[in-house]
């Protein structure tokens, strides 16, 4: 009994600290410098239209940045439109970003606009721009300087007003060297870099942060689990990889999986990866420094052209030592790495909304009459691809 209150005490004292920072304000949980420095860069640059380049590893907060300085920017009240550059098939990218003309391709049947338009006024948060084909780096170099859009089949420039935020966790600098990217559009983006520390370099976040995803995944659920500080300092110990979609992702595992109204050091321990699975890393996966080798390519794996995976979707997670394996869809969540029930599993006919593109919090009247802007359904197979 004791030894829950002091770690239900703790717990207040690490949700108020949580609270206090003033990144909380954008949902960004953590107070160590290297993060407080990050939303620093964030606020002074909000205000201005500099193109911002988000770096840091995978799930290390890059789309919630991109959200938090659209949100304190001026354009707030204006749409805020995610485009996922690694999940748009080649042919499809001109026509996803610029829109076409009614006709301009074989079942072409209605004007679409595509994100550039979609965002005018707002922000373009073009996110993996590392995985962007050369081709339309090219067209978005060119978008970038003349701020203006020719939809496909289109006749007409359409300017456009757009603040683009881009995001990667690939090393640009190395991809100009290899000539997988243009130097001139890195220099067009990388105005304003802002690098996201991973969980590593700020493990003392990691308390606060495991105690804003329970409280999440427990309102969710309607569950009441706790931690004991044994278990905070357990969490904290380890290295977390896939940094906070993987602690996320433990944490409600742990749960949902769990009988228990506390848990303990031991019962983290079985969730976390065993040794088995540390030392199976993924040939190519380059340790980080004080990291043991082979965790993160045995945690995240890789797709098949090399690409890593999305970090420790829930279905990519070591079982815990004990439980059952549940298939994905039985814990309620979509692997990311696999289509939709029901979709077909070929990437091309994947809805383009599910593949990558949404459109977010576009108020009413941003839309003009006349213009249908629908969420993004054109599949090469039922409308035809864009020449
Ligand atoms: N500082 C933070 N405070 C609270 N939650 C966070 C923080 N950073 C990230 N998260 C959460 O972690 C998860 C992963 O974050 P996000 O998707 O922004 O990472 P990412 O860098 O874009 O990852 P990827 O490169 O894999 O796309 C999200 O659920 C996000 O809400
Ligand atoms: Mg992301």
């Given at each position: 009994?004791?030894?829950?209150?002091?770690?239900?005490?703790?717990?207040?004292?690490?949700?108020?600290?949580?609270?206090?920072?003033?990144?909380?304000?954008?949902?960004?949980?953590?107070?160590?410098?290297?993060?407080?420095?990050?939303?620093?860069?964030?606020?002074?640059?909000s205000d201005s239209?500099?193109?911002?380049?988000?770096?840091?590893?995978?799930?290390?907060?890059?789309?919630?940045?991109?959200?938090?300085?659209?949100?304190?920017?001026?354009?707030?009240?204006?749409?805020?439109?995610?485009?996922?550059?690694?999940?748009?098939?080649?042919?499809?990218?001109?026509?996803?970003?610029?829109?076409?003309?009614?006709?301009?391709?074989?079942?072409?049947?209605?004007?679409?606009?595509?994100?550039?338009?979609?965002?005018?006024?707002?922000?373009?948060?073009?996110?993996?721009?590392?995985?962007?084909?050369?081709?339309?780096?090219?067209?978005?170099?060119?978008?970038?300087?003349?701020?203006?859009?020719?939809?496909?089949?289109?006749?007409?420039?359409?300017?456009?007003?757009?603040?683009?935020?881009?995001?990667?966790?690939?090393?640009?600098?190395?991809?100009?060297?290899?000539?997988?990217?243009?130097?001139?559009?890195?220099?067009?983006?990388?105005?304003?870099?802002?690098?996201?520390?991973?969980?590593?370099?700020?493990?003392?976040?990691?308390?606060?942060?495991?105690?804003?995803?329970?409280?999440?995944?427990?309102?969710?659920?309607?569950?009441?689990?706790?931690?004991?500080?044994?278990?905070?300092?357990?969490?904290?110990?380890?290295?977390?990889?896939?940094n906070i979609r993987?602690?996320?992702?433990?944490?409600?595992?742990?749960?949902?999986?769990?009988?228990?109204?506390?848990?303990?050091?031991?019962?983290?321990?079985?969730?976390?990866?065993?040794?088995?699975?540390?030392?199976?890393?993924?040939?190519?996966?380059?340790?980080?420094?004080?990291?043991?080798?082979?965790?993160?390519?045995?945690?995240?794996?890789?797709?098949?052209?090399?690409?890593?995976?999305?970090?420790?979707?829930?279905?990519?997670?070591?079982?815990?030592?004990?439980?059952?394996?549940?298939?994905?869809?039985?814990?309620?969540?979509?692997?990311?790495?696999?289509?939709?029930?029901?979709?077909?599993?070929?990437?091309?006919?994947?809805?383009?909304?599910?593949?990558?593109?949404?459109?977010?919090?576009?108020?009413?009247?941003m839309d003009s009459?006349?213009?249908?802007?629908?969420?993004?359904?054109?599949?090469?197979?039922?409308?035809?691809?864009?020449?």
């Open positions: 009994m004791q030894a829950r209150t002091e770690s239900l005490r703790q717990q207040n004292r690490l949700l108020s600290r949580a609270l206090a920072s003033s990144a909380s304000r954008y949902g960004i949980v953590g107070s160590s410098p290297r993060l407080l420095q990050a939303v620093t860069e964030l606020e002074q640059v239209t500099a193109s911002v380049l988000l770096l840091g590893e995978s799930g290390t907060g890059k789309e919630l940045f991109a959200r938090a300085l659209h949100l304190a920017s001026p354009r707030r009240e204006a749409p805020f439109i995610k485009v996922n550059c690694a999940a748009i098939p080649e042919t499809l990218f001109e026509s996803e970003l610029f829109g076409y003309e009614r006709g301009a391709f074989t079942g072409a049947q209605s004007l679409r606009q595509g994100s550039f338009e979609q965002a005018d006024g707002g922000t373009l948060f073009l996110d993996e721009i590392g995985e962007l084909p050369l081709a339309m780096q090219t067209k978005l170099l060119r978008t970038l300087q003349e701020g203006s859009i020719t939809r496909l089949g289109g006749k007409s420039e359409l300017a456009i007003d757009v603040r683009l935020v881009a995001a990667t966790n690939r090393h640009l600098e190395e991809e100009v060297a290899r000539g997988a990217f243009r130097q001139d559009l890195y220099y067009r983006l990388n105005v304003i870099p802002i690098r996201l520390p991973s969980l590593a370099e700020r493990s003392g976040d990691i308390p606060a942060l495991a105690l804003h995803h329970l409280n999440r995944i427990n309102q969710a659920n309607q569950r009441n689990v706790h931690l004991t500080g044994g278990a905070l300092e357990r969490l904290q110990a380890y290295p977390w990889p896939g993987e602690l996320g992702n433990v944490i409600e595992r742990m749960v949902l999986l769990t009988d228990r109204a506390a848990l303990e050091a031991e019962d983290v321990e079985r969730f976390l990866p065993g040794e088995q699975e540390m030392a199976a890393g993924a040939p190519g996966e380059v340790p980080r420094a004080g990291r043991c080798r082979g965790r993160a390519g045995a945690l995240s794996g890789r797709h098949r052209d090399g690409r890593r995976r999305t970090p420790l979707c829930a279905g990519h997670l070591p079982q815990p030592r004990g439980a059952l394996p549940r298939p994905a869809a039985q814990r309620g969540q979509q692997d990311p790495c696999r289509p939709a029930a029901g979709a077909d599993a070929s990437p091309v006919q994947l809805p383009l909304e599910q593949a990558g593109a949404r459109r977010l919090a576009r108020p009413a009247a009459p006349g213009l249908e802007v629908h969420p993004l359904r054109v599949t090469p197979s039922s409308q035809g691809a864009p020449p």
